[in-house]
């Protein structure tokens, strides 16, 4: 199974300020990646998924993340974020087996 | 998600006692999950099934059992309530691992 490390358990940011958040994988012949968003008292939200093909991939509320194969990383940013973006954030890595490793998680505050 | 319910939201129950909790799903998805989620930790995988009557354990699957006689149903069985287990629980579907997963809203239980 594989390992995921997020670098940052807690992400104090002010509103439109940027910001990243850190996760790295085990390494492995081809994996999925996976951000998943945790609103306070709610279950887990895809955010955004990396397959295959450009290793930048967007979602729709402003959110991206980069696969480099080379570092094992899966990097999450935000140019300006928005006090609504306060929430955990979940790094999850699959290697075909249908299984997701997730990362301990990342809290990210916004504060105006 | 409106096509994975999970049930009960919240339960207390004592040292000892036998505890199910159910996840119900009408994605007619065929892979089905139990994770726990804990500080610290992010979620963890307990147990996952891959069809009818096909089932795994994960990386946290003792003192848990799981059954699923159909394709909707996935039930989570603490055979013997302990203090370790109080946690929240996450039910999740998928397709396949290409997909991600779609998440329940949880179930907070708390063992006294």
């Known amino acids: 199974a594989q390992s995921v490390t997020q670098l940052d358990s807690q992400v104090p940011v002010f509103e439109e300020a940027p910001v990243e958040l850190r996760c790295n994988y085990s390494?492995?012949?081809?994996?999925?990646l996976f951000w998943y968003v945790q609103y306070p008292n709610q279950g887990l939200q895809l955010l955004l998924k990396?397959?295959?093909?450009?290793?930048l991939v967007e979602s729709i509320n402003g959110f991206e993340a980069e696969f480099n194969k080379s570092q094992t990383s899966f990097h999450l940013r935000k140019p300006s974020v928005h006090i609504s973006d306060t929430a955990e954030y979940f790094c999850?890595?699959?290697?075909?087996?249908?299984?997701?490793?997730f990362g301990a998680g990342t809290t990210v505050t916004v504060r105006a | 998600d409106a096509g994975i319910t999970q049930s009960p939201r919240h339960k207390v129950t004592e040292t000892g006692t036998p505890v199910t909790l159910r996840c119900h799903q009408t994605e007619n998805h065929r892979y089905m999950y139990w994770y726990r989620q804990d500080p610290g930790h992010g979620l963890r995988l307990i147990h996952y099934?891959?069809?009818?009557?096909?089932?795994d354990k994960g990386e946290v699957s003792d003192g848990y059992s799981v059954s699923r006689s159909k394709t909707e149903d996935f039930l989570l069985t603490l055979e013997s309530a302990t203090s370790s287990q109080t946690s929240v629980y996450f039910c999740a579907i998928s397709r396949d691992s290409n997909y991600g997963y779609t998440f329940g809203s949880g179930t907070r239980l708390t063992v006294v």
């Open positions: 990396y397959l295959s093909g450009s290793t």
């Open positions: 999850a890595v699959s290697s075909n087996d249908y299984k997701l490793s």
């Open positions: 390494s492995s012949v081809s994996v999925y």
């Open positions: 099934s891959y069809g009818v009557k096909d089932t």
